[in-house]
């Protein structure tokens, strides 16, 4: 079983609204990833957590939080977004993070900023 | 150079007939290579991936690596109109240590 869940599937969220989006797998997988992806592009590196340690942070602006509460659980806390933050968000599990792991990705949340 | 290119699009092909996605990569060091498909507003779902240098066949789909070449393929047999979606190639190792690196993707489509 290759699942990673993700919810809520679409957020329709105004500028001043705190929101999280949030992420479970469980695969026993150790490192998860938060990517975001805006139309025909392809998906961006936002955050790596390994053993729920954050690993790398791609400058993310401080307005996106990421939280790892445990090995199974991911979260995205959304506080002050803007209308260009509008995109699907996608997290991403793998077994380890050992920089050649398969990464196995979850449904998505559709994030509309208004 | 970009890291990871693919053969630009779109890529039309008949039902039936042999579909053929290409990838090249800039990084020597790269040890992993991944294919996803990504249908129209859903998720990247992984196909294929492959480390060593050859032919690795899954069903319709056989992936084939040459690293002397830096080069990666996707070949779809028997391609149906179900295959129609955007194919990603993904490398991983090499100076980008954990992270995925994507090219920027072909759109396929099987016409009937």
């Known amino acids: 079983d290759t699942e990673v869940t993700q919810t809520p599937k679409h957020l329709v969220m105004g500028m001043t609204n705190k929101k999280s989006l949030k992420c479970e797998q469980h695969m026993g997988h150790r490192a998860m990833y938060w990517y975001k992806q805006k139309a025909k592009k392809p998906p961006e590196l936002m955050f790596v957590?390994?053993?729920?340690?954050?690993?790398i942070n791609e400058s993310v602006p401080s307005r996106f939080s990421p939280e790892c509460p445990n090995s199974s659980l991911l979260n995205l806390h959304l506080h002050a977004l803007q209308p260009e933050d509008s995109a699907l968000y996608l997290c991403?599990?793998?077994?380890?993070?050992?920089?050649?792991?398969?990464?196995?990705f979850g449904p998505g949340t559709r994030l509309t900023v208004l | 150079q970009k890291e990871v290119e693919q053969n630009s699009g779109p890529l039309s092909v008949p039902e039936g007939a042999i579909a053929s996605l290409n990838c090249t990569y800039s990084d020597r060091g790269s040890q992993s290579f991944f294919w996803y498909r990504q249908y129209s507003g859903k998720s990247p779902e992984l196909i294929m991936f492959i480390y060593s240098n050859g032919d690795k066949e899954d069903g319709r789909f056989t992936a084939q690596l040459n690293k002397a070449s830096q080069y990666v393929s996707l070949l779809i047999r028997d391609s149906q109109p179900s295959d129609s979606a955007t194919y990603l190639c993904a490398v991983a190792g090499g100076t980008s240590y954990g992270k995925l690196t994507f090219g920027q993707g072909t759109i396929l489509t099987v016409h009937p």
């Open positions: 991403a599990s793998s077994q380890l993070w050992s920089g050649t792991d398969t990464q196995y």
């Open positions: 957590y390994s053993y729920e340690k954050l690993s």
